[in-house]
């Protein structure tokens, strides 16, 4: 029975194939421009943060009473990876991190364990405690940020201002979210001077509750007549900053107005919340953030229009600014892969015209944009926009979907030369390849699988890689065997004249091909020579590998830098804001740096929103600050960078200052660090400094320090309770009198259209300023009578822990530091780690030294793929084994899957490239690809010998005329890379893809021969 032959089928069916070709081709180009586009793919941020607020609680009860009782139900959350906390005072925070492995639609209910557990608890913890608050909401990106500024504007008016755009930007389409950044509270401050309330024997507590009972929100009651109901609607709320002058107090007697006694104003929160800057001058932004599956390019257009008509209605005076602009970014990012995939597909064009010839070129090159249009078709279906991995994907793929077509016509062609028409020639072509195409293809595809069924978050965001490129391959080998003999059949010249008698061998006794009959001879006669050293080359590159730099991922391309500023703990958000306004001041005077960068903004008491998906964004401090500097381009990036970090080391010694770089890939922070766990603190403090002693050993690190490690100040006041009960006074009721006089303490609320602003009563300037004046402190006792605070108190001055860090409940130390130029983490970690043995072998039992920083997050992602592998092998050998159906030439493939290694190790020490995950995706795909030319091959010869041939001259045979495809397909693969090599992020895998499929197929045409005469111990005739 004659086997179905689908190029035959498409040869007697033209018209039909020919409207398919259409067809796929407008749909393609058609799903192409509604693709999506972004910068980097989304990927689920499985972390949740749950903080909880008590007030006048040091570090340590923190800690004790709620940072534990918290963590101990969290742990009992299913899919936990680990816990994270810190305590200061009067405020908890845990990290929540869920197991890498968990899939991104477990995520939801994990949080609603979280917050289901910790609500289970929450009646017993201690008395005053407020929260916990849950924030799930890390991955949210804000692409766009603006900046509102105005010289000589009102805080107010800005405010005013950024609240009309915020509801302008909200009607924008795919806009989801307009948050303001730096956005200060209002208040109503009544300051109350403690030496006046005295004078005039008048308690704070009356002054609260005149205040309270005036603004009160009550039901006056109604009239119900016969027709009508009439409410009754009472006078006195507060209306404005006079009329709480005016409220009237009556004390000893006499009736006085709150203006008489306290200093009456309207301001903003004090101490400020975070605020934003933007070029040296007060800001407020406005971030902007776009609904799942938009387009960001799209909303860019939307926004610039918007912002534009906007920009147009402001005030003189009032400035709207770009911060980010995440839409120009993707736009410039998209453009560069496209003209990458451009360059990429020129290449290919190239070497199929010159090494194929004109019409023959012109299929291959016909096939191209048949299956990028079939491909973007899949691509839109499965929800797949365009990025940086679904592009460089494409550009990764496009090296091999060529391989195919390359195959087929030149079979075709082969067999035309012959002297065979047509169809015949394109239905041998099916005949003979179609089927060991399809299981290469299938085998170079399995190749990728381990990123595909990786359950991590690096899988997460590399998905795109398996995904597209295997779309790619599939569609490639449908294109080959349907279409292409369409083209060849149309397009190829008539090679068979009339009377002239063919030798079909006649092609292959030019003297190219009788050059590479005879070195393909020569090593199947000295086969052991040809394994032997095959053998050492690949031992040499397994032990030259230790040499090749390890990284996680490299740095991203764009010209941001992110410039960290952390004072001591315990610091001032006053004092932050110093060293910030001092930094500006270099950013706009030093020339270094202003010739080379466009804008700035800086962050006080806070880091930047999230901009950039994997930026590794900070939670409000008040002793941290960031600056988000745009350069003018890369080689700007790094003057203002070698800049920046001479003036930390000698202009900012009260500053921690860090110049990073974007990352990409999940955010890993400092690239080195080694934790020190144990139940002891004193111990663990102990340990660390050895550890950073170990780590400032060598060469490479820059500024080692500790995540926490400095004391804050604080006043201890040691209460006489016995003359404290006699006045009539406790320590609660003292530690409200105090927590009023210096922080305030809301008595009411003032309404004013759809805002509530709180009213704060507090002391006098001096007395909150003022340390000196602290022991003096009017201390009111009853009946308008007060003392100094020195009288029922002694106070001294101290230190105590400002921090405490935990990791699953246990206390926890982070030794971490930078690196100096040229040299990648996981190196340095290495050399360190191997020096920590000494100090680990002396450890107490219950403490540990664990490695983190991108040697942990690494480790994670190769954990993720090597979990996998097996199931990529599966499907390997099973697709061989169905093509082979022999386990010998099963291994006989499988032995030159590992050969790439030679050419990748060799690749990467001579360009000095580091090995990183994505080049570790490459060279496990790498073994798929050489793989595929080797099942060809292999299946060639035993195709050879089944009809007829000698087992020596099938071999050689074989390999000649599998030459010139099998160099073709590698060629095109190789030359298609050159252009990513110029990328960040792909150029490690493309160098290592290129080194090691140049050697392995070298090694397929030379090696392989010798091997299968080896394994099957063929002689040659006589």
Not at 53 to 72: C, F, N, S, Y
Not at 427 to 437: D, G, I, L, R, V
Not at 783 to 789: A, E, F, I, K
Not at 1012 to 1021: E, G, P, Q, S
């Amino acid at each position: 029975m004659k086997r179905f032959n689908l190029s035959e089928w498409a040869l007697s069916h033209q018209t039909l194939v020919l409207y398919f070709m259409v067809v796929l081709a407008l749909v393609g180009v058609g799903s192409y421009l509604k693709l999506g586009q972004a910068e980097d793919p989304d990927f689920t941020f499985k972390l949740m943060v749950v903080r909880t607020m008590w007030p006048g609680a040091d570090a340590g009860e923190v800690e004790r009473q709620l940072t534990d009782r918290i963590e101990k139900k969290l742990q009992e959350t299913p899919r936990l990876d680990f816990l994270r906390s810190y305590s200061k005072p009067g405020e908890s925070v845990i990290f929540v991190f869920v197991k890498d492995n968990a899939r991104p639609d477990e995520i939801r209910d994990t949080w609603y364990q979280v917050r289901k557990k910790v609500g289970d608890i929450r009646a017993t913890l201690p008395q005053g405690v407020i929260g916990p608050f849950f924030n799930d909401e890390f991955g949210d990106t804000f692409g766009n940020i603006y900046a509102v500024t105005g010289d000589g504007y009102s805080y107010a008016q800005l405010k005013e201002t950024a609240d009309r755009i915020r509801n302008e930007l909200l009607r924008v389409k795919d806009v989801a979210k307009v948050d303001l950044v730096g956005e200060q509270d209002e208040r109503i401050y009544v300051e109350l001077a403690n030496a006046k309330l005295a004078t005039f024997g008048v308690e704070p507590a009356v002054v609260f509750a005149a205040l309270q009972q005036q603004n009160a929100v009550t039901a006056t009651g109604s009239f119900e007549t016969p027709t009508d109901r009439i409410y009754i609607r009472a006078s006195g709320a507060l209306d404005s900053v006079e009329s709480v002058k005016q409220i009237a107090i009556r004390a000893n007697g006499r009736l006085l107005r709150v203006g008489d006694i306290a200093n009456v104003t309207r301001g903003f929160v004090d101490p400020p919340q975070p605020r934003m800057r933007y070029m040296g001058r007060e800001a407020l932004g406005i971030a902007v953030s776009m609904v799942p599956r938009g387009d960001i390019v799209a909303l860019g257009k939307s926004l610039d229009t918007e912002v534009e008509r906007i920009e147009g209605e402001l005030p003189v005076g009032l400035d709207l600014h770009r911060v980010n602009d995440q839409p120009a970014t993707v736009t410039r990012s998209i453009k560069e892969f496209t003209r990458t995939l451009a360059e990429a597909v020129t290449i290919v064009l190239v070497v199929s015209f010159l090494s194929l010839g004109l019409r023959t070129g012109l299929i291959v090159a016909l096939s191209i944009p048949l299956t990028l249009a079939v491909t973007f078709a899949f691509m839109y279906q499965a929800g797949i926009d365009l990025h940086k991995i679904s592009l460089g994907a494409l550009i990764i793929a496009l090296g091999l979907l060529v391989d195919d077509a390359i195959i087929s016509v030149e079979m075709m062609v082969v067999k035309m030369e012959q002297g065979w028409e047509r169809v015949r020639a394109a239905s041998f072509a099916y005949t003979s390849t179609a089927m060991p195409m399809l299981t290469g293809t299938i085998v170079t595809a399995a190749g990728f699988l381990p990123i595909g069924l990786a359950r991590s978050s690096t899988g997460e965001y590399t998905f795109s890689i398996f995904a597209v490129t295997t779309i790619a391959l599939l569609v490639s080998w449908v294109v080959s065997v349907l279409f292409v003999p369409y083209l060849g059949y149309k397009l190829l010249p008539d090679m068979k004249k009339s009377g002239v008698h063919f030798d079909e061998g006649a092609v292959y006794r030019k003297p190219f091909y009788l050059r590479v009959r005879r070195i393909v001879d020569w090593c199947v006669t000295h086969r052991w020579i040809v394994i032997g050293a095959t053998v050492a080359a690949f031992l040499v590159s397994v032990f030259a590998f230790r040499f090749v730099q390890q990284q996680f991922f490299p740095a991203a391309s764009r010209p941001e830098l992110i410039v960290d500023l952390r004072l001591q703990e315990g610091s001032s958000i006053h004092a932050t804001e110093a060293q910030v306004k001092k930094l500006e001041k270099l950013f706009l005077t030093d020339p270094a740096i202003k010739d080379n960068v466009d804008n700035f903004v800086s962050y006080v008491g806070s880091g930047s929103p999230r901009f950039y998906l994997p930026f590794d964004q900070q939670l409000v401090n008040a002793n941290f600050g960031q600056f988000i500097v745009n350069t003018k381009d890369n080689e700007a990036r790094e003057i203002v960078r070698a800049r920046l970090i001479k003036a930390f080391e000698e202009d900012f010694p009260e500053v921690r200052g860090r110049v990073n770089r974007l990352e990409n890939g999940p955010p890993v922070g400092f690239p080195v660090q080694f934790r020190v766990i144990g139940e002891d603190k004193a111990v663990i403090r102990r340990i660390a400094n050895e550890v950073a002693e170990v780590m400032r050993a060598n060469p490479w690190m820059r500024d080692v320090n500790f995540d926490w490690d400095e004391p804050s100040k604080v006043i201890r006041l040691t209460i006489d309770q016995n003359r404290a009960r006699v006045l009539g006074i406790s320590t609660q009721e003292l530690a409200v009198f105090l927590n009023t006089v210096l922080s305030g303490q809301p008595v009411t609320t003032y309404r004013e259209n759809d805002k509530q602003i709180d009213v704060l009563a507090r002391g006098a300037r001096e007395e909150r300023v003022y340390v000196s004046l602290l022991k003096d402190l009017a201390v009111p006792v009853g009946r308008g009578r007060s003392v100094p605070l020195s009288q029922i108190a002694d106070l001294s001055y101290g230190f105590e822990q400002g921090i405490y860090w935990r990791r699953d409940r246990l206390p926890v130390i982070t030794v971490r530091s930078d690196l100096k130029d040229g040299v990648q983490a996981p190196v340095v970690s290495a050399q360190v780690n191997a020096k920590l043995e000494d100090i680990r072998a002396k450890l107490p039992f219950g403490y540990r030294i664990d490695t983190g920083g991108a040697v942990e997050d690494a480790g994670k992602g190769q954990k993720s793929i090597a979990i996998v592998a097996p199931v990529m092998i599966l499907v390997m050998v099973t697709a061989l084994m169905l093509q082979l159906q022999s386990f010998s030439r099963l291994a006989l493939v499988l032995l030159t899957a590992p050969l790439g290694l030679i050419g990748v190790v060799i690749a990467l020490l001579a360009f000095n490239v580091p090995f990183g995950f994505v080049a570790m995706l490459g060279t496990i795909a790498l073994a798929g690809m050489i793989m595929r030319n080797s099942v060809i091959l292999v299946d060639q010869i035993e195709h050879d010998i089944r009809e007829g041939s000698e087992a020596w001259d099938a071999i050689v045979d074989s390999t000649v005329r599998r030459f010139r495809p099998i160099v073709l397909t590698a060629a095109a693969a190789v030359l298609a890379m050159i252009p990513l090599t110029r990328s960040a992020f792909y150029g490690p895998m493309a160098v290592a893809i290129m080194g090691g499929l140049v050697v392995a197929t070298a090694l397929t045409l030379l090696f392989l021969p010798a091997l299968y005469a080896a394994w099957f111990r063929v002689r040659r005739t006589a």
